[in-house]
């Protein structure tokens, strides 16, 4: 029985991919809602979603794990603004909707936002 579910690759090397996710956290904190390719959004959500509940938690530590992520004016606003938000919600924090695709590569494209 496996249990474990490999991450997806993206075509990328390990370097590049985690540079990519820390890109789409960087936006998705900044705009609150990003339009990415499904397979980037599906990859971004569990991320976010950690960074989201240590940002809950209001430590020090917490701060400096979020600021090495994401940097120090997104930390701001993750800590200020969208984490009391989500105070009372154990989970889900992020929505995926499915967009149309995209129509130079017919790339299935997704929108990722912060629930209200």
């Known amino acids: 029985m496996k249990h474990h579910r490999p991450a997806r690759k993206l075509s990328r090397t390990k370097n590049q991919r985690h540079a990519l996710i820390k890109s789409l956290m960087l936006s998705l904190v900044i705009h609150e809602r ?11 959500r569990p991320n976010i979603e950690k960074l989201v509940t240590k940002a809950k938690g209001g430590t020090i530590a917490q701060r400096r794990v ?7 004016q997104a930390t701001k606003k993750l800590f200020d603004v969208i984490a009391p938000k989500f105070a009372d919600r154990k989970g889900g924090y992020t929505r995926l909707l499915k967009l149309p695709p995209r129509v130079t ?6 929108l990722i936002e912060f629930v209200q």
Do not use: H
């Not at 979020?66 to 120090?72: D, M, N, R």
């Open 34 to 44: 990003i339009t990415t390719t499904l397979a980037k959004a599906r990859e971004l």
């Open 66 to 72: 979020a600021t090495a992520l994401i940097g120090a």
């Open 105 to 110: 590569d017919k790339a299935e494209m997704g």
